[in-house]
C-alpha cells in the first residue's frame, strides 16, 4: 500500500506542478500592468495561502459529516 501512495504522490505533484500550480502566478502578472504587477502577485499568493488554509482546516470535517458527497458541494 505504501508504494500506491507513494506513486500516487510523485503522480499528484508532477501533474499539479507543469497544469494548474503556477497559474495563479503567471495568470496574475500577464493580466496587470507593470506598475501593479507586484500587487497583483501579491494578492494571488495571498489568495492561494487563504485557500489551502480553508481545505486543509475544513476538509476533514466536511468528509467525516458528508462522505464522498463533501466534494459535491451539497
Known sequence: MGQ??????FLYH???GTCWGPT????SSEVNSVAW???G???ATATN???GFVTV??????????G???FLGE
Do not use: C, D, K
Open 4 to 9: 500506491v501512495v507513494t506513486a500516487f504522490l
Open 14 to 16: 508532477g501533474f499539479f
Open 24 to 27: 495563479p502566478w503567471v495568470y
Open 37 to 39: 504587477r507586484a500587487r
Open 41 to 43: 502577485a501579491g494578492m
Open 49 to 51: 495561502w487563504l485557500f
Open 57 to 66: 482546516q475544513f476538509s476533514p470535517a466536511g468528509l467525516r459529516n458528508l
Open 68 to 70: 464522498w458527497r463533501f
